[in-house]
């Protein structure tokens, strides 16, 4: 079965630092994965993909992901943060035989100016 | 362009009630998601459709029934609620199979039941 896991239930980070939100996941198959941001009281934003091709994904907001499949990970990460970053990251993965989209637990991001 | 809407955005029932969320989209995308976001866990999947007329259960289906009678409505009920069915609900919606695209969301509906 498709799954991720975010090993981490909050990040903290001071601003203007670089980011990283970890995410790996476990497929069969290629894998699609996602990234979203949910700001409070507020559904899910879609932040960037990562179907096929350059391993380096751009998103929006400045954020970028990287792609890496032998140690099945695609960790989101920003070069300088910015305290409107703070949110709930979820990182998701699609199973390509269901059409089902399976999130992790999410990841709590805190930018201390 | 509204995109997905959900209704009602709070409710409060009793145990034992009944009641219906509605998610409409007009973006005519084929394919929609119903989630619950529980503290810790995440978003757990309910049911999902992947067009007008079906429907498929997710991880977590027990206590709940949908239906997709419109391709742009897609509905939740709960028969007889229990109280660890209190959770925000988000519907989402992405297109058509064979393309990747990304889920759109709404803007949850937050249910408590006592």
């Known amino acids: 079965a498709q799954s991720v896991a975010q090993p981490e239930d909050q990040v903290n980070v001071a601003e203007g630092n670089p980011l990283t939100v970890k995410c790996t996941y476990s497929?069969?198959?290629?894998?699609?994965l996602f990234w979203y941001v949910q700001y409070p009281n507020r559904g899910l934003q879609f932040l960037l993909k990562?179907?096929?091709?350059?391993?380096l994904v751009k998103g929006s907001y400045g954020f970028e992901a990287e792609f890496n499949k032998s140690q099945t990970s695609f960790h989101l990460k920003k070069p300088s943060a910015l305290v409107s970053d703070s949110a709930l990251y979820f990182c998701?993965?699609?199973?390509?035989?269901?059409?089902?989209?399976?999130f992790g637990t999410g990841t709590r991001l805190k930018v201390l100016a | 362009n509204a995109g997905v809407t959900q209704t009602p955005k709070f409710r409060v029932l009793k145990t034992g009630q009944s009641m219906t969320l509605l998610c409409a989209q007009d973006?005519?995308?084929?394919?929609m998601y119903w989630y619950r976001q529980d503290p810790g866990m995440g978003l757990r999947l309910i049911h999902y459709?992947?067009?007008?007329?079906?429907?498929a259960k997710g991880e977590v289906p027990d206590g709940y029934n949908v239906s997709r009678l419109k391709k742009q409505n897609f509905l939740l009920g709960l028969e007889s609620a229990a109280p660890s069915q209190t959770s925000v609900y988000f519907c989402?919606?992405?297109?058509?199979?064979?393309?990747?695209?990304?889920?759109?969301f709404g803007e949850g509906s937050r249910l408590t039941v006592l």
């Open positions: 989402a919606s992405s297109r058509t199979g064979g393309s990747t695209g990304e889920l759109f």
């Open positions: 497929v069969s198959g290629n894998p699609y």
């Open positions: 990562y179907i096929t091709g350059d391993n």
């Open positions: 998701a993965v699609r199973d390509m035989g269901t059409y089902k989209y399976i």
């Open positions: 973006m005519n995308h084929e394919y």
């Open positions: 459709s992947v067009g007008e007329g079906t429907t």
